[in-house]
């Protein structure tokens, strides 16, 4: 492995570039990171940005990693499941699995980001400074252009290796873009919806408003709210909405009274719990919602991209954080290997990490149309019904794709997609076909023979997929 005294420049202190620096730290680089934000420990900059994230199995896998998941779990509320919220506030808890001990967490993105960043500061190999804006990266001379932000005065970071977790505007990824030194491809495809922050409030005392431990969803079809739990007592509300299309949309909502009628009309229960909504609504941005891929992310044995500079996703599968943060796992189990040279070293991270990425980008793309509309439907009802009785009774012989993704954190993001997809359309075809017509109260029996079936049909569906050159 190269020489450790070499010095290791990371673009972005984010929740990527933090736990990533935090490692290279414990394996002995030396680490140099500039942010162009300032101190979040220092200055709250989370206006209008999702201040909570989920965070589950890769996530935790990440954190054992760095052996910090002891000061995580105090951040940690447990999310059991989804709850489910009809046009007339009747509501229907639907659990993530039918394992009691898998869930999902709601935390705080800011309070993770500085325990992560406090914990890379123990190091005295880790530097980290702040206001430091990345103007373009020189790739090829493994340099890169700052702006301090106070001052204004430009300067030049030298490095023998690049990383950039500058997320997904990075700077580096443009220089990539920019520089035509090499073949580079590279898409970004924005989703017709944007996305506001709102927010619930705490009620007497810090007390929850509404049922603390659930991911709560008003799925409409064409838009949906979502709300997640703080520790505080408040909820993180989130409005996914068409820019232009439908009688309700972003660039009609302009005034007090369609927007307290938009949610009188379709959200009547949670707008009771908001009376602090057009405070939040004509004060918090609106902001796109994009899918961003690219190939390759390194450049020769210099430069890497990491994070969401490299595979930026929607937020529908609660995967991004996760995602970015096995990236560090995935690339410290790379550089346990000793391969000598950084580029060997890059090339056989990517080779073995894109398609991981490029699974979750599109199965997050795939929940945001079950969230917002097919947890209604009656056959995607029954489906995740008998999923999660196989779950509950048979816990060892059964994941819905969920699960596979979400708590098999040894199963690849690419493999889940594959099983997970099969399984659906298995069951879904089952259903349709009438070879499953009682969902609820079967005997173990019943349930064995038909998770045999399912299972069957399954592995038919994998072959055919494989035949046919799609797997």
Known sequence: ?????????????????????????????RVTVMEMRPDLRKVDISAG?????????????????????????????PMNGRMLHDINGNTTLAPYSGRDHEYINSISRGELNALLLNEAEKHDNVNIYFNRKCESVD?????????EFNTKNEFIEDADLIIATDGAG?????????????????SQDYLTHGYKELSILPGENGSYKTYKNALHIWGREAFMLIALPNLDGSFTVTLFLSYNEGEYNFNNLTTKERVLE??????????????NLIDDFFRNPTAPLGTVKCSPWHYKGNTLLMGDAAHAIVPFYGQGMNASFEDVVEFDKV???????????????????????????????????EMKGHVNHANFRE????????????????????????FNEDVSYHDAMTRGRAQDKAILNMLADGKI????????????????????????ILEDDRIAGLK
């Open 262 to 275: 938009f949610f009188s009309k379709y959200f009547k229960d949670a707008l009771e719990l908001m009376p």
């Open 437 to 460: 017509t009682e969902v609820e109260n079967l005997s173990n029996q019943a349930l064995k023979t038909l998770l045999e079936n399912v299972k069957a049909e399954t592995e038919a």
């Open 170 to 186: 990075s700077a580096m990824r443009k220089s990539y873009y920019l520089g035509h030194k090499f073949l580079f491809s590279f």
């Open 49 to 77: 940005r999702s201040i909570n994230l989920a965070f589950s199995d890769r996530g935790i896998k990440a954190m054992n990693l760095v052996g910090i998941q002891d000061k995580v779990e105090p951040l940690c509320i």
């Open 383 to 406: 489906k995740r019904t008998l999923e999660m009785a196989f779950e509950k009774t048979f816990p060892n012989d059964y994941s819905s794709k969920y699960s596979l993704v979400t």
């Open 335 to 369: 550089l346990d290997e000793n391969l000598g040279d950084w580029e060997t070293i890059f090339k056989k991270y990517e080779s073995s990490r894109k398609k991981n990425t490029d699974a979750i980008a599109d199965l997050a793309i795939d929940n945001f149309y």
């Open 139 to 147: 790739f090829e001379n493994t340099t890169a252009h700052f702006t």
């Open 1 to 29: 492995m190269k020489n450790k005294q070499q010095n290791i420049l990371i673009i972005g202190a984010g929740l990527c570039g933090s736990l990533l620096a935090l490692r290279l730290g414990q394996r002995g680089y």
